[in-house]
Structure formats: C-alpha cells, structure tokens
C-alpha cells in the first residue's frame, strides 16, 4: 500500500483587532486562502491545492490554525500565506496576517512544536510582568492546566494543550 | 526555491565542443563530416568579406543535385540490378520524405550500403524481419528498429536470407514512401541514378542557394586555444554558438539595457564587423559536398584575409533514423542533429556537434 | 604560432535557456499587435495559469515579425515547461479568439535556424 504523503502547517492568525478572532471559521479561513493560492499560482496551483487541502483545526480563540495538504506542493500554499490580508466572515472583512510557524509531517510533531513554542513565549513573556502578583497568577494559571482539569478551560496554553491532544 | 519541481525539469541535450587543429594527425573531423549522412541545410559565415569567394561560389553551385522519388517501393533497393549498380557502387543516400520518425515509417538507405528501417509495432509485426525496439522506447516498445546490411555476403540474391527480406518487404508488406535520392559519383555517365526509376513519377532538385551581406554586426572575440574563454579577453565556446545563432536567425543584439522585450545581447568582450557574408545551401546534401566546402573554407585562409576565423553550420534532417553513422535518432522535442566548426585562420578549428533528447553521444 | 592541442567538452542539460519559434494565429487573420503587446500577452498568459509568483520568471522575445505574428522566444530552461503549457492554453486576444502554434522548440538557438520538418 502506498499511502498519500501529507505535510501539516501549523499557522497563527494575527488580527489587527484581537477579539474580532471570535468570528472566525474554518470555512473563511479555507476560501482566503484558496483565494491567496490562486492569486499567487494561478490556475495551476489552485488546481494542484484544491487535492486534499483542508483546514483540520482552527483556534478562535488564540488563532492557532492546522493545515492540511500534499507533501509534494505544501510550498504553493507556503508561499502564498503572506498574501492573506484580509479574512472575510459573516459579512464583516477583518483584516489580519497569517503566519507560519511549523512545517511538519503528522500532527503530531506539530503538536509537540506548539507546546515547546507556547513555553518558549512564556519565558519570554514573564519577565515583562509588572509586579510579583501578576506572576504568581500567571504560575498558577499554567500549573491549574493539565489535563485533568479540561473543563476549566481558562488560559490560552490550556486550550491548545487540550484541544489539539483531543484532535488526534 | 524551486516551488513546482516537476514543472522545472526539460528534456535532456547534449553538446559537445571539441578544438583541434586539422593537420593533427589524430584529428577527426573528416570522419565527423563523413558519418553524418543526412544533411539538410548548410550554412557559410565568412567576417570581413562583402561577397562569397569565388572559390566557395563554384563549388556551392557544382552540389550534386538530388532526386524526389514518389510513391518508391523499398523492395526496389533490394533488386538484383538497382543493389549491383547503385548501393554496391557506393555512396548512396536514399531517405525518406515528410516521414515523421515519432510517428510514421521511416526508411534510410546509407551510402555503406545498410538500410535502416525505424518502423511503428504494427508494421514490425506484420513484417516478421528481425529487429531491435528503439532505444528511445517507453515501458512498452511501440517502434523498432531494422538494419538491413545489403554489402553483407549472406545477403546477396539468390541466398535465403535475401529470399525471405526479398518476400517480406514484396508480399507480405509492400513498404512505400516518398524518397529523396542523391548519389556521389563522377563517372554517373556509366549509369545515371534516374534511369533507375523511370517507373516512378520524379523530379530532379538542385539545392536552393542564398547568400546575404550583413553589415555592422557586433561579434565576440574569441581565441582558438581557449575553448572556455579568458576573462576579460575572449569568449567561450558556448557564449559563442549562441551568438551564431543569434546571427544566422537574424536576431538583433544591441538591445538597450532599459528595453522591454529582451536581454540578449553579444558577449563581451566584442568587436563590430564591417560586413559579413552568410550563404545557405538547402537541399538533400552528401557528406563529401560538405567536405568539400570545408576545405575551400580552410583554402580560403591560404592568403592572409582579415577574418579571424569563419563558421560551417551543418543541420541535419530531424526525422533521419540515424545522426552519426548508425547510432540511433529520433525526434522527442527538438530532433536536433547538426554540427558547426569554426575554422581559424591557423588551422585550428572548435567543432561542436549537438544532439536533443532521443540520441546518443556525438561520437 | 603552435597549433591547438586537442580538447573535448561534453556538455550535458548545460544550456541555461531554451529557445523557442512560436507563431500567433487568429480566426480572423487581419488582427495586428506591436513587439511590446505580444510580449505583453505573453505575460497574461503565464499569469493566468500560474499566478503572480509562479509566472515570474524573465523571458525575451529575441524576434518578432509583426506581418506573420511569428517570433523566437528565449527562456531559462526551468520556465520551459510553465511558458510552453501557458502558451498553450491561450485563448483569446481582446476577445478575439486565437491560438500560438508551437513550431520549434531547441536548447541551441543555432538548431533553429533549420527546421528540416518544412524542407519542401
């Protein structure tokens, strides 16, 4: 058996206004970026991409955003991401950008990119914290999210922590 | 970044640039000239020189004339007295016309006296002769490839062997074509090649000439012993070919940089030619004119002239069976099978033979 | 003046561009465009099919005749494939209904100053 070979793209939404993520959906984000695709490689690329590319999980919340799609042309959809600068949905265009932050081959070694990702940004953000109470709160946010305690879903690392593990 | 790598490949071409001198005894070019039968179009550029020599004139117009035999059944090569008079008495060219070799039947008869039929599955099969698949096959073989040697002994008439290539080209398969023919003789008063197929409708060429004076054309300055170039001083073999393509496709290089339709331009560094004179021969032509040509060429330089150096380009026939000697040809993208020297004023010469994809090596 | 000792290039997949020789035809066969426009229509054909970045690779029209639409067109050999298929499925000119005829195509530009095919 021969399997169809895929790579995952693990892509953060950046919005310009940051609570506008809470409208977004997966069937927006698919048809932007088929659009970006299609700008950017035509009708030959939106031909190649159309096989098997899918938008496998999307974060309202944190932008967090999976993408599927063949091994042998991820560099069109790639490529095109940077010219994603606008999402549309329910009627509203909310402009934003798109990043790619981890090629992989499973969603798994994504997953295990994210986490590492998602503690590097804490370090780096802890410091910038202005008093001690504040990081005694953010510590114990992270601490109270493991997941046991699924159902508070409270802090962005618990959510993707859980979220992606329940997606596998 | 390559983003479609299956888009970016192209077909594979070989190029080969050789320098020599032709008084070196190992120096092939005779041989290069003499293996490649079939010649379609022949071109002469000649720097610093308004008119063709008077040399070079005489023996473009002496090229032997060729034949255009329609409707030719190839069995009639195989017959007793066409085979004694013609093929065995040597130098014979007989191919195929407006055969296409990537999809029609192609014949070729050789002046060594083989005869090469590169023919599609159906016809080999129901020809029942033995083959070889092409070469150039795909997973499944759909051409193949017969030789017959007419010069060999266990071929002449009478024997079964000739019997049975006899019947299979007469009663099983009668194989027609349209031919060209060309014959290099001296004595042809003993027995014209015409004579032989009054039977069939022909017609007699005579190879179209046409010669053109160029004038103020930029050219590279190139060096014989440098086949790669120097820096700064001369140009190298393959800056150079493109430039005489350039020339004899009358492209324009002296494009502005600030132009929009193209970059080209002539290498540096450069010199500008006065005037230049191009001639084109077309017609079906015999390895021993070009030779001859060759050497006017090489006599030319006997009195000091002002040209460095000057061109012979040798295009053959795209859809000929065979490019040097027997090795196989076929179309692909481009058929190209030609060769081009630049002959220098000292005897030295660059040669650069091109095959495309469908071919073997240059030898 | 010693002569040249002898010397042998093979060069294999060496050519940097390929050549090809192209024609335009129209239904109608009066319809007329400058150098400038035909490249132009060139372009739009390649983004067409392969978008803003995928058509952006350089090719230069070494020869045009505007009376026959004919041309030679150069490009590097890893855009032969995309110039080549865009070419092909050109349709229309201004709402004209055409077509570019693929006549020659060479790694060497000398291959095509011959075209044995029309040898008449």
Known sequence: MVRFKSRYLLCEVRMSDPPSLQLLDDRSVFTALRNAVSRAHGDYGAGVCGLSFAVKYLNARTGVLFLRCRKSHYRLIWSALPFVSSLESRGQRLP??????????????????????????????????????????????????SLKELEEEEEEEDEERGEVSAGQ | LTMLTDLEKCPRHLLVCEKSNFLNEKSRHDVHVAGHYFNYKVSVLIPECGTLPSGLKSIVNSIAKYYLVKNFPI????????????????????????????????????????????????????????????????????????????????????????KRVMWALKEKVQLRSDF??????????????????????????????????????????????????????????????????????????????????????CPDPRIIMGKACLCTVTGFLLPENIYQLLEEIRHYFDEPKFAPWSTLTVHGFSDSPVSWSTAEHGFHKGGENMYSFVIFRNDDYWLYMATGAHDACPP | EEPASYERLVLKNASVYHYLRISLVFQDSDKRLSEAQFKQLIISALRDLYGEIGAAFPFDVLKFEENTLKAIIRVLSSGLVKLWSALTLLGSYQNEPCAFRIIQVSPLLLALSGNSRDFE
């Open chain 1, 96 to 145: 934003c950008a798109v990043d790619c932050l981890h090629v992989g081959g499973t969603i798994r070694t994504c997953q295990k990119f994210l986490i590492r990702y998602n503690a590097r940004q804490i370090q780096r953000l802890l410091p910038q914290c202005r008093s001690e109470e504040e990081c005694v709160e953010v510590r114990r946010a992270v601490m109270s999210c």
């Open chain 2, 75 to 162: 069995y009639k090569i195989l017959e007793e007295k066409f085979l004694e008079k013609q093929v065995k008495a040597g130098s014979l060219c007989a191919l195929s016309y407006k055969t296409r070799i990537d999809q029609d039947n192609t014949f070729a008869l050789l002046p060594t006296g083989k005869l090469v039929l590169s023919l599609d599955k159906d016809t080999y099969e129901d020809l029942g002769l033995e083959g070889q698949p092409s070469q150039y096959n795909h997973k499944v073989p759909v051409r193949y490839v017969i030789t017959v040697d007419l010069a060999d002994k266990s071929l002449a008439p009478g024997t079964n062997k000739y």
């Open chain 2, 180 to 265: 060209l023919m060309a014959k290099h003789k001296p004595d042809e008063e003993e027995c014209p090649l015409a004579s032989c197929f009054t039977d069939y409708q022909y017609k007699e060429y005579k190879p179209s000439v046409s010669t053109q004076t160029l004038s103020d054309v930029p050219c590279p300055v190139i060096h014989s012993k440098h086949l790669k170039g120097q820096a700064e001083e001369s140009c190298d073999s393959q800056e150079f070919v493109e430039w005489l393509g350039a020339v004899t496709a009358g492209i324009e290089c002296n494009n502005e940089a600030s132009t929009f339709l193209s970059t080209y331009c």
